[in-house]
């Protein structure tokens, strides 16, 4: 069985400063991982993902992703906050491809100003 | 432009009612959709998986006669929420698998309440 762990409900970064969701996976067998934004009301939108090869996934919108397997960890950043990068954040894994994806609980972006 | 369509948007209906929920795939056919649920402020549970001309597949906990899926063409499913009452108010989303590029597509869900 697949799962994903995200630390943190609820991160505050101010504007221009680094933002860092973490996810920590469990998959029995190579997993793909994703990274999801939602905005209010909204359906999601993939950020990034991982599947195979690179273990430095790049994204839209200046987020990056790091595969560790060691780890067991896919941590999304972005170097510099947005306050248009206020959104719930969700980690997702499948397994081997498999189209049924197990999401992480979560986590809210609040940008300060 | 958006991949996945959902109709309607929001919808609020009397407890008791039965209200259909529409997934369009635009631009590809789709042999496998999929219908989440999420409840306010948490995250996307699977309920089930829709295949094309086949019975839907539900998840452990997930009432198959309360939530109707038909997936009767490759590019809509349908899941309806039969005798809804206010506990089955919540966002239902529903996405499209594409394989060739292993990634699901994401409809924009569509509000529920029920009264």
């Known amino acids: 069985a697949q799962s994903v762990t995200q630390l943190g409900s609820h991160v505050s970064v101010s504007e221009g400063a680094l933002v860092l969701l973490r996810c920590n996976y469990s998959?029995?067998?190579?997993?793909?991982l994703f990274w999801y934004v939602q905005y209010p009301n909204q359906g999601l939108q993939l950020l990034l993902k991982?599947?195979?090869?690179?273990?430095l996934v790049k994204g839209i919108n200046g987020f990056e992703a790091e595969f560790k397997k060691s780890e067991t960890s896919f941590h999304l950043t972005k170097p510099s906050a947005h306050m248009s990068d206020a959104a719930e954040y969700f980690c997702a894994v499948s397994e081997n491809g498999n189209e049924k994806l197990t999401f992480g609980t979560g986590t809210r972006l609040t940008i300060i100003p | 432009g958006a991949v996945v369509s959902q109709h309607p948007s929001r919808v609020i209906c009397k407890s008791g009612t039965s209200v259909k929920i529409e997934c369009r795939s635009l631009d590809f056919q789709a042999t496998t959709m999929f219908w989440y649920r999420q409840f306010p402020k948490q995250s996307l549970m699977l309920m089930a998986t829709s295949n094309e001309g086949s019975k839907a597949t539900y998840e452990q906990g997930v009432e198959k006669d309360k939530f109707l899926i038909n997936h009767a063409s490759l590019t809509l499913s349908t899941l309806t929420v039969t005798s809804a009452h206010p506990e089955d108010s919540s966002f239902y989303i529903c996405s499209v698998w594409f394989s060739i590029v292993n990634e699901q597509f994401f409809g924009p869900g569509t509000r529920l309440t029920v009264l």
């Open positions: 991982y599947t195979t090869g690179a273990t």
């Open positions: 998959s029995s067998v190579p997993p793909y």
